[in-house]
């Protein structure tokens, strides 16, 4: 557990970045700090590690007071991944990840075998071992610097915008891995972005800072996003946030209708006149798209990949509301495609009948 | 006039002392003398100055200074010295003219290795270095285990250039009586014995380039071909396509 | 030597009055000394530009013609001048020797200096440029060498600054500059120490080193006005 406890940094030129801060984060939980540019993010989480000395107040890690430590004892407790990764080019990526426990003076042979380990479960080949960080892309690179904070596994990481210099797909998947990771590792962890949408995709709990370092909101994601506390919360966390609230939502078991299907390589069926779109699937019954059966066929005697519409996502049964509903919207035929774990078709369900459980649920919260 | 030169150079008889004249190897080590000693204390001087510089961000203007040296005509300053210093050495040794030597060609060496090791530090990339004292490690750490190796192409290349104007200017410490190369070149001229004058130039030519190749092989072999970019073909930097692949493959492993 | 200490003080702080006692002697030395500084520069560049180009244009040619720059420039001052006459058939102590040797010099250093400031001009500048429709020369003279001003500039402070220390080295062989106010102070040095021409010939030289390379400096600002545009 991480303490702010009335923590104020003036800066010597007079700029209050962080104004008598309050905020705990929990153990095992990823707390997240946001808020918009110069607001004191990167301030008060650098200050946890005392890169930088609060002016006054306390951070108190568990039950100690973070100022009675000396400081490289309480950074070589601390795991911290910065920006730019910031790997040391003259180390090998093996090295660079066994730095810290080569600091704590581990045994050589040891701390490299741990740094492989590492390596593979931030998702690097184990060859990437003896590379230098120059060789490797920036996405690779800041895998490397989360396994470097991890190498001495210290119970508490700090993370400054990891991900942001890296394009959105590569900044996706390094997301869903470190929340792979935090599942199995289940550290503290304090992290700094500047996009709400990270926040909200990473955070147990997220600390919305306003400038001058103010602590503006803190909640959990679903909170954030249905009750924002002040017109400047709302307006930082942004305007489809009641559609992306959803994405906290299960939507329970959706009962769905059965949908006819006709399986790709099949005979075209000739019209059916009820309804002009059929769903498509393959030999396991995964949905693969929507044949419009008013189209003109001539040439075509099979249902064949180019004569289907794909753009339609689907929902999974017992996933979120905001997927069933988005389900609903971008199919062609109005009626969102359900299926199961193992992606095989389950039915169909409307938008119509998404909102009225969305409604249900609405009602059940507020008596 | 070359072949006069080939003929001089190839005289086995130039090469070793003889009752009258002193030779080729002598003369080498006298060179290699004057040259280690001053490249010695200038690293003494430079190197832990420019670290501390580089790393504190304090005492900048010491580099300012030192560079400011570099207008200094070093045959003016050595004629000055000698002026002032080799009357208090009477007698037979070489002192007198030594120690003079030594001051100038320190000065000589010290600018070139001061600032190349400051600028190196200094230049280290800001995240590295809070990286470095963020996992924990103490000033002396940050500076011995990152800041120096990541530095060291520089600090060599200030070194070289030190060194080879040390060879250079050890050359011009045979205008006062003393021994080195530059005694040919000074003693041919004085004789108008032209071979013997071309002949030491040339072998002052070649002992700044085997030295400055010399110095090259240690440094590739000290310095981190993770700075040096000195990949085997195979592992090359991934251009931007090929890190795309990896890093899918990386999200799927 | 013509000239005799006739001054009657020997001391360091004299140096002037040595100066005013011997004017036309020092200035005759101070003139060909700065044009011993100058001209070797000068006709350097006018040599590296070319080749400093070509380096940049045409990538394999860059290893070579650095490495044989590189090499040129590890051999030392005097061993060049000693070396030069013989190399080119001139006569030894041909008064050419020094300023060849010292073009060479200055070549050595700016071609990688030249080909290093061309590198420093952005990519997407000299893309920007092309499509504009510049043709190669034009948009080298008019684009990329302006842009590389500044780091050649750095190089040509350099290359001043030494010259001038260097030329000092060719006066103890012989030739007319200010480095005969040293060979004149060290004989008249015997059997008492005679300081004001060693004093005044450091002190020339260092005059004449910070004025060439605050003329260097000028030079630069005049040739970027952009740069002084930057807010600061
Ligand atoms: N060393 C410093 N001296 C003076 N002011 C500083 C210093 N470092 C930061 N500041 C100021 O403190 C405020 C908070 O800075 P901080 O770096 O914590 O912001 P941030 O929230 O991390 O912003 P960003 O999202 O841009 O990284 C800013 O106004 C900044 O200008
Ligand atoms: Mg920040």
């Not at chain 1, 380990?117 to 989360?146: I, M, N, T, W």
């Not at chain 1, 289940?186 to 147990?204: N, P, Y």
């Not at chain 1, 919360?233 to 992306?244: C, H, I």
Request: some cysteine; proline content about 6%.
């Amino acid at each position: 557990m991480i303490r702010f406890d009335a923590v104020t940094k003036r800066y010597p030129d007079g700029t209050v970045a962080v104004d008598s801060l309050e905020l705990t984060a929990a153990s095992g939980q990823i707390t997240v700090l946001v808020g918009p540019s110069g607001c004191g993010k990167t301030t008060s989480l650098r200050m946890i590690n005392r890169m930088i000395e609060p002016t006054s107040g306390t951070i108190w890690l568990d039950d100690t007071d973070t100022a009675s430590m000396a400081t490289h004892e309480l950074r070589r407790q601390i795991g911290y991944v910065i920006q730019h990764a910031g790997l040391f080019p003259h180390r090998t990526i093996v090295d660079n990840i066994a730095t810290v426990p080569f600091l704590l003076g581990t045994d050589k042979k040891e701390a490299r075998k741990t740094a492989l380990e590492l390596l593979e479960r931030v998702g690097l080949p184990p060859h990437f071992a003896k590379r230098y960080p120059a060789q490797l892309s920036g996405g690779q690179q800041q895998r490397v610097g989360v396994a470097r904070a991890l190498a001495a596994d210290p119970p508490v990481m700090l993370m400054d915008e990891p991900f942001s210099a890296v394009d959105p797909v590569v900044r996706e998947q390094l997301q869903d891995e470190f929340l792979r990771l935090q599942q199995e590792l289940g550290k503290t962890i304090v992290f700094v972005t500047h996009d709400i949408d990270e926040a909200i995709k990473l955070g147990d709990q997220v600390a919305v800072l306003r400038v001058g370092g103010h602590l503006a909101q803190l909640a959990s994601p679903v909170e954030l996003l249905s009750r924002p506390i002040d017109a400047f919360v709302a307006g930082f966390v942004g305007r489809d946030r009641g559609y992306r609230a959803l994405g906290f939502t299960t939507a329970g078991t959706l009962s769905t209708r059965g949908e006819p299907t006709v399986t790709l390589g099949a005979a075209i069926p000739k019209g059916t006149d009820t309804d002009t779109w059929l769903l498509v699937v393959d030999a396991q019954q995964a949905p693969q798209g929507w044949l419009d059966l008013g189209a003109d066929f001539t040439g075509h005697e099979t249902v064949s990949d180019e004569l289907l519409y794909r753009g339609g996502t689907l929902a999974t049964q017992g996933g979120t509301l905001r997927a069933a509903l988005d389900a609903c919207l971008s199919s062609p035929s109005g009626r969102g495609v359900v299926v199961d774990d193992g992606g095989a078709l389950i039915g169909s369900v409307t938008a119509r009948e998404v909102l009225e459980l969305i409604e249900a649920r609405e009602t059940e919260r507020q008596p | 006039m070359i072949a006069d030169v080939v003929t001089w150079l190839t005289d086995s008889s130039h090469w070793t002392d003889t009752k009258f004249d002193t030779g080729i190897w002598t003369q080498l080590l006298a060179h290699l003398k004057f040259v280690g000693i001053a490249l010695a204390i200038a690293l003494l001087i430079a190197l832990p100055l420019g670290l501390f510089i580089g790393h504190t961000r304090r005492w900048g203007w010491l580099v300012a200074g030192a560079n400011a040296l570099r207008a200094l005509p070093t045959v003016g300053v050595l004629v000055l010295l000698t002026v002032i210093i080799s009357p208090h050495f009477q007698g037979r040794t070489d002192t007198g003219f030594l120690i003079p030597t030594e001051i100038v060609l320190v000065l000589l060496a010290v600018p070139p290795i001061l600032s190349n090791t400051y600028a190196g530090v200094q230049n280290v990339e800001p995240g590295i270095r809070d990286a470095a004292f963020g996992m924990g490690m103490t000033g002396p750490q940050v500076l011995l285990r990152v800041e120096f190796p990541i530095s060291l192409p520089l600090i060599f290349s200030g070194v070289r250039s030190a060194t080879l104007q040390l060879i250079a200017t050890a050359t011009v410490a045979s205008y006062l009586p003393l021994g080195g190369l530059g005694r040919f070149i000074y003693d041919g001229l004085a004789q108008q014995d032209y071979p013997q004058m071309i002949g030491g130039g040339v072998l002052v030519a070649a002992l700044a380039l085997l030295t400055d190749l010399v110095l090259a092989t240690i440094q590739r072999y000290v310095v981190s071909r993770g700075i040096t970019r000195r990949f085997s073909s195979k592992q090359a930097v991934p251009d931007s396509r090929i890190a795309a692949v990896h890093e899918t493959d990386g999200a799927h492993a | 030597m013509t000239v005799l200490a006739d001054s009657t003080s020997s001391s360091p702080l004299h140096f002037a009055q040595y100066f005013l006692d011997h004017s036309s002697e020092d200035l005759r030395l101070l003139w060909s000394h700065t044009w011993l500084s100058v001209v070797p520069v000068v006709i350097g560049l006018l040599i590296a530009l070319p080749l400093g180009w070509t380096a940049r244009r045409y990538r394999w040619t860059y290893p070579p013609i650095i490495s044989i720059t590189g090499l040129l420039y590890t051999i030392p001052s005097i061993a060049l001048f000693v070396m030069v006459p013989p190399l080119l058939g001139l006569d030894t102590l041909d008064p050419l020797q020094v300023p060849i040797a010292l073009t060479v010099y200055s070549v050595a250093l700016l071609v990688r200096v030249v080909a290093d400031g061309l590198a420093s001009v952005p990519e997407d500048t000299v893309q920007a440029a092309t499509a504009l429709g510049f043709r190669p020369v034009e948009r080298f003279f008019k684009v990329e060498l302006p842009i590389a001003v500044p780091v050649i500039a750095a190089g040509l402070r350099v290359a001043v600054v030494s010259n001038v220390s260097i030329v000092a080295v060719a006066g103890t062989i012989g030739l007319s500059n200010l480095g005969q106010l040293f060979t004149q102070g060290f004989q008249l040095s015997t059997p008492d120490a005679y300081y004001p021409p060693i004093v005044l010939g450091i002190v020339l030289c260092v005059l004449l080193a910070v004025v060439l390379d605050l003329a260097v400096v000028g030079l630069n600002r005049l040739l970027t006005p952009w740069r002084r545009a930057v807010p600061s």
